[in-house]
């Protein structure tokens, strides 16, 4: 198996690539040099045997860490919480490391008000205005609440804003690519629009958490090897699901349609067994959850981005290279094209097929893996992922790899950069916006090609 | 664990409001789904514009409640247009994506804190909002003292049992409806584009707007479905008009028999019969807690579709070879 030997390697240099970013990450963090040590220096504050992140419903909390202009702690900040209506429901006061947090009695809609008066000398709010932040609590979640700091009167001018958000949408973009890439592979070699793509996303993630988490809940392996793990399960899942439900169904000459509402009833399975091992709170990883982010110019990035942006782009390229120079690369190529042209020509392509599936897990389950480390784990976030990814191999064009890279990357810009002139609530709106309008100008996508659709 | 007591729940269930709501939603997938042969997979999305169209005119606006109603059926008529125009010239597929795209969006949109004057953001608009709320005149209308009435081992209270009665003389309303145009020039127009599209074309129907008509009309029954559920809660909020509405919406029809006239009905009140017994069941024999009933459900009914599909894809009423469906 040529092929699978080739995705092994993929994986590999692009894990390496990760070891590599993973030491100075550390480093700039305080952790001490030993990359091993430093796992557990830099885990998450509440990951010390805390109940907190064991939370199910009722366990409600506010958090979040106060730190100034450079990145040091701010203590002894006073944070009041109240509920919309105005009643207080508390008061927390930074500690040393610049942490806070306020139990919360449930779910709702709250503010949380900084008391200006208390922040040192030399640190003011960088925006002064927003003081209090509104914010909704949903059922167990644990919400961080961040009050940006500066050292005052530094309110970025629109053009940082612009960069930013481009960068950010630059990174999720990258991140809904990977995942669209086994999507659009997929449609590409069986016509199948797999509606169960999401869930091998979350897949990926809460295995990569399960080896990462400490002993009791998990494994505890470094985040690296605990996602090296989960990308090879993950393609190891998809394969099974083609060997095991898509092939047989295929030689029943199910139908494309009847095959879509199987997929749907299979992502209902999966989305719902993963919330009731995994619960319905959304987690972070326990490495590299706080960084002190590089300042480059007008732009902050913290080394895990960085090392998010990096592993996507190789494996962008990559899966680029594989399908332009290897044997099984353009027999994928070929049996997306036409088919019954390429079986007739001699590939296999029932093998073919299985490789797709094989790679497009893999895939997934490591986008799940990079989408986990720059936003949470939760059960539903390869679900809210599904539909930008329609929306990103739609635009592209459906059945192309590279419209699905190009599409993707667009998808995660409109979603990020519509937040400087929109509601952030709504940022996901403007992607399936983009959608719908592509369909009525340019059905066939910005790369596909024009043939009939209807 | 008491077995009469598990039929009584799912007896309940079956005949209740819930039940009423799915089958409506279903007999508009039915139009779309099992006669045209068109993938909608935002139902909920009309479900949603229906309820909030009556939500918004009365309790926000103070308009009167037919008005509410007509404006809430014109709603889903509006996005059932909207959707249709770019999407029912191409294949199945990309109607699937779109629905489901532009369900997802109204939920965003609804719950949004820009939006919160007029649809009431994430908390939705309770009964009270403006005066009597939309609800009022629904109340004023039930011809039934306040009390609960109890027939053998089904209970209803006085404003339930004007849901269920209402909604079931509404279902049948609707199967009527089904029936007569599915036997009628434009129901055979239908089944052929289903059957073939091209074949269709050729003999100088304008499948587009063949489609568009199908599009408007479910939707409008989903619409109907949408009030009704408002209706029974006398409350509405985004976050009940989740996607999984419409899967268990797909269940139901294919449970019962698409492309059947009594196939939707049968399915939900069979489907909502199961699911309440099992439930009934789980909880009662202390397998697990309350908490963990919803997502064992979701994925019991993801299991359901699965099974059905590969094995039994016509359902109960259903004929195989009306669901030999490709893209």
Known sequence: ?454 | MDLYELFRAGLNSAVGPTAIVYALAAIGLNIHFGYTGLLNFGQVGFMLVGAYGLGISVSIYGAPFWLGIVIGLLAALVLALLLGLPTLRLRADYLAICTIAAAEILRFVFRSRPATNFTGGPFGIPSQVGGSGFSGTWNALNPFPSGTYRFGPLAFTHTRLWVVIVGWALVLLMVLTTWALMRSPWGRVIRSIREDEDAARALGKNVFVYKMQSLVLGGMVGGLAGILLALNQASMAPDQFLPQITFFGYTVLILGGAATIWGPVLGSVLFWFLLASIERGLLDSGVMQSGAVGPVRLALVGGALVLLMVFRPQGILGDKREMMLDA
């Open chain 1, 1 to 454: 198996m040529a092929s699978v030997r080739h995705t092994v390697a993929l994986v590999t240099v692009v894990f390496a690539v990760l070891g590599l970013l993973a030491a100075p990450a550390a480093a700039a963090a305080g952790g001490p040099p030993p990359p091993a040590a430093a796992a557990a220096t830099t885990a998450h504050p509440d990951a010390a045997g805390s109940p907190l992140l064991l939370a199910q419903s009722g366990d409600e909390a506010v958090q979040g860490t106060l730190r100034d202009a450079e990145g040091e702690p701010v203590e002894g900040v006073v944070i009041t919480v109240t509920t919309a209506g105005g009643e207080v429901i508390g008061e927390a006061e930074s500690d040393a490391e610049g942490n806070w947090s306020l139990p919360m009695p449930g779910p709702g809609e709250y503010v949380a008000t900084l008391d200006q008066g208390t922040l040192p000398d030399g640190a003011a709010l960088r925006d002064p205005e927003r003081d209090s932040l509104a914010f909704e609590l949903r059922t167990g979640q644990q919400r961080t609440v961040l009050f940006p700091i500066g050292e005052g009167g530094t309110v970025g001018t629109f053009l940082d804003s612009v960069l930013a958000q481009t960068l950010s949408g630059l990174r999720f973009g990258l991140i809904i690519a990977i995942t669209a890439l086994g999507l659009s592979l997929i449609f590409g070699t069986t016509g199948l629009v797999n509606f169960a793509h999401g869930e091998l996303v979350t897949l990926g993630a809460v295995m990569a958490w399960f080896f990462n988490a400490p002993a009791p809940r998990g494994v505890g392996l470094t985040l690296i090897l605990a996602g090296l793990i989960a990308t090879v399960l993950s393609a190891g899942a998809g394969g099974a699901i083609e060997l095991g439900l898509w092939r047989p169904l295929r030689r029943r000459r199910t139908g494309l349609i009847q095959m879509l509402v199987i997929s749907i009833g299979i992502a209902l399975i999966l989305r719902n067994l993963i919330q009731i091992w995994f619960g319905a709170s959304s987690r972070p990883f326990f490495d590299y959850t706080i960084q002190q982010p590089w300042t480059l110019g007008p732009l902050r990035l913290t080394p895990r981005d960085a090392a998010v942006m990096l592993l996507a782009t190789l494996t962008l390229v990559g899966v680029a290279t594989m399908l332009q120079r290897t044997r099984i690369g353009k027999a994928m190529r070929a049996v997306a094209d036409n088919r019954d042209l390429a079986e007739s020509s001699g590939i296999d392509v029932q093998r073919v097929i299985l490789v797709v599936w094989v790679i497009g897990g893999g895939l997934a389950g490591f986008g799940g893996i990079l989408y986990g480390l720059s936003e949470n784990v939760s059960y539903l976030m390869g679900f809210r992922l599904l539909l930008l990814m329609f929306a990103g191999v739609i635009l592209g064009g459906l059945g192309t790899a590279y419209g699905a890279m190009l599409g993707s990357i667009v998808v995660g810009l409109v979603t990020e950069l519509s937040t400087l002139f929109f509601s952030t609530e709504l940022k996901f709106v403007w992607a399936l916006v983009v959608l719908i309008l592509i369909l009525l100008v340019r059905p066939q996508g910005l790369l596909g090609r024009r043939e009939r659709i209807g």
